[in-house]
């Protein structure tokens, strides 16, 4: 399973705790976790400094905590555990999956499954609510969109339209043509 995965596991970029002006990265590779710095100062005893590197493969990274206070320190508890289980062979495949390929999964889930996954990160949680996932869950329900559904949809959004009932829905679809007027006669 681990052969397919991207030479590259995982990958942060980020400037350290104020007042700190640093640059950092974090690079964890199918076998090394590689952190980089660069001092960035005004001051004269700094300046010369050059950039700086780690390397650990996973097994010795697991046992640094030096390495890993600083990496805790700059990216957080929450990206320290991440790389940890990257090092332990713990992969998360579902975060690998693009966002088009979970949208299209999640379409097919029922209303409570998607309000919980919503609950469980922030990327399920942007997706949940994603205009894309509504207007599909719209598709699934209606035999077919029209022009004036669409048009309706790009004002009060397709997660709203889809839990609008159908008398609701007719009524705001006839209340915007009346607002439009009546339709124009073609002159030939």
Known sequence: MASWLPETL????GQGPAPSKDYYQLLVTRSQVIFRWWKISLRSKYRSTKPGEAKENHENFLENSHLQVQIALIFGARILDYVFNLCEGKFDFLERLSDRLLLNIISYLDLEDIARLSQTSH??????SSEALWEERVR???????????ALASEIGWRRLFFTNKLQLQRQLRKRRQKQGPPRKKLY
Request: glycine share 0%; with cysteine; aromatic share 10%.
């Open 10 to 13: 995982f990958e942060i970029v």
């Open 123 to 128: 990327r399920f949680e942007k997706l949940c």
């Open 140 to 150: 699934l329900v209606c035999d077919a969109i029209t022009p004036d559904m669409r």
